[in-house]
């Protein structure tokens, strides 16, 4: 369960922001999944409770699922994606994927 390894690094930035700015305690942690990232949200909240100790003890994890966006590596059309590596719907070359695999953390709430 790579979800608990992701977790503990996710602690450890934001520990490590908090430790830079001040803040006492972490009280919501708003988090972007690509649609490819291979993580399971469940699974990734699960192993974030788990660390839910001293500043981070009641924080709110907040995941938010996007859709992937591809850019055809030929034409350089792009749209979102379904799938991984689709063909293109105007010229048939491979749609690579731009943000499908992020995990990004794009707001903290702290006191």
Do not use: W
């Amino acid at each position: 369960m790579h979800e608990m390894s992701l977790a503990r690094e996710m602690v450890r930035l934001v520990e490590q922001q908090c430790d830079q700015h001040g803040y006492r305690q972490v009280k919501k942690i708003y988090l972007q999944l690509g649609a490819f990232s291979c993580v399971v949200p469940e699974a990734l909240s699960f192993a974030f409770d788990s660390m839910r100790t001293g500043r981070f003890e009641d924080t709110q994890l907040k995941i938010r699922q996007v859709e992937a966006n591809g850019s055809c590596g030929v034409c350089g059309y792009q749209e979102s994606q379904g799938e991984a590596y689709a063909a293109c719907v105007r010229c048939g070359g491979i749609m690579l994927p731009n943000n499908a695999d992020e995990m990004r953390i794009t707001e903290l709430e702290v006191v």
